[in-house]
T-cell receptor
Framework: SQKIEQNSEALNIQEGKTATLTCNYT??????LQWYRQDPGRGPVFLLL???NEKEKRKERLKVTFDTTLKQSLFHITASQPADSATYLC?????????WGAGTKLIIKP | DVKVTQSSRYLVKRTGEKVFLECVQD?????MFWYRQDPGLGLRLIYF???????EKGDIPEGYSVSREKKERFSLILESASTNQTSMYLC????????????FGPGTRLTVL
């Protein structure tokens, strides 16, 4: 079955540094990968979508890469801020649905 | 802005009760989804609907049913609530097509005693 794996341990980063989160998937490469942010007690909010023929996608301080050989996507936040602290979810498409990772909690320390 | 609203933020029910969770979206989206989210397990799809009166089972439909009588409204029904259905329930919507971004409601924290 399709699986998405994200690091279950919280990631602690010093303010101003670049945070890098990993998303690994199994089986065939998806046509799309999506990244969402989720704050405690709230629903996820869409951040970025990257297609399989795109190596990299950027939006302000965010950057996502997609490596179909490694079956991996990396999510980077540059010049991180305490306000970036949240759980970040990765999702891949599968049969017109999304398969979700459990998310990685990111903590940016001042 | 797309808005997805859910009928309750917190709900406490007794075992065996019938529970209704309502979700409404205001952007004329074709697709609507119900997920549950438990610690360490991520979002798991219960049911989804790609059109009025259409529904498809997700990964964990047992113990749940859904209703979509109008395009903007998608209801999740727990026929006989059990303690293992204590969870966060999230509704989402998206435009037609399989891979478009999903817009989520704030979630309903359901506790079954």
């Amino acid at each position: 079955s399709q699986k998405i794996e994200q690091n279950s341990e919280a990631l602690n980063i010093q303010e101003g540094k670049t945070a890098t989160l990993t998303c690994n998937y199994t089986n065939y490469s998806p046509a799309y990968l999506q990244w969402y942010r989720q704050d405690p007690g709230r629903g996820p909010v869409f951040l970025l979508l990257i297609r399989e023929n795109e190596k990299e996608k950027r939006k302000e301080r965010l950057k996502v890469t997609f490596d179909t050989t490694l079956k991996q996507s990396l999510f980077h936040i540059t010049a991180s801020q305490p306000a970036d602290s949240a759980t970040y979810l990765c999702a891949k498409d599968s049969n017109y649905q999304l398969i979700w990772g459990a998310g990685t909690k990111l903590i940016i320390k001042p | 802005d797309v808005k997805v609203t859910q009928s309750s933020r917190y709900l406490v029910k007794r075992t065996g009760e019938k529970v209704f969770l309502e979700c409404v979206q205001d952007m004329d989206h074709e697709n609507m989804f119900w997920y549950r989210q438990d610690p360490g397990l991520g979002l798991r799809l219960i049911y989804f609907s790609y059109d009025v009166k259409m529904k498809e089972k997700g990964d964990i439909p047992e113990g749940y049913s859904v209703s979509r009588e109008k395009k903007e409204r998608f209801s999740l029904i727990l026929e006989s609530a059990s303690t293992n259905q204590t969870s966060m329930y999230l509704c989402a919507s998206s435009i037609a097509g399989g891979y478009n971004e999903q817009f989520f409601g704030p979630g309903t924290r359901l506790t079954v005693l």
